[in-house]
């Protein structure tokens, strides 16, 4: 069975930086894709960015120039994600999905790591 584990998350001043892992096991095959989410209290969870394994990225608006994903190809299903200039509104609990497209399709989530950036 597959299992995604963020670490990473704490409390953080605005302007400060936070670096975001996951890390999967028990996975025998590797992910298309992989990204992060962030979902705060009361609102629906949000991609982040996503990093395919060909290395094609994308992010959010808001947090394009800020956030930096990258996947470790050393260590299959390895995935970082690099913040800067935290900002309180980027307080959330962060997931990281692992996007399986062969042998067969389906999604894996992990539990989450909080994110709290202080004024």
């Known amino acids: 069975q597959v299992q995604l584990v963020e670490s990473g998350g704490g409390l953080v001043q605005a302007g400060g930086s936070l670096r975001l892992s996951c890390a999967a096991s028990?996975?025998?095959?590797?992910?298309?894709?992989m990204g992060w989410y962030r979902q705060a209290p009361g609102n629906q969870r949000d991609l982040v960015a996503r990093?395919?394994?060909?290395?094609?990225?994308?992010y959010a608006d808001s947090v394009k120039g800020r956030f930096t994903v990258s996947r470790d190809n050393a260590r299959k299903n390895t995935l970082y994600l690099q913040m800067n200039s935290l900002k309180p509104e980027d307080t959330a609990v962060y997931y990281c999905?692992?996007?399986?497209?062969?042998?067969?399709?389906?999604?894996?989530w992990g539990q989450g790591t909080q994110v709290t950036v202080s004024t």
């Open positions: 990093i395919t394994s060909s290395g094609f990225t994308n």
């Open positions: 028990g996975d025998r095959f590797r992910f298309s894709a």
């Open positions: 999905k692992g996007e399986l497209s062969d042998p067969y399709a389906r999604d894996y």
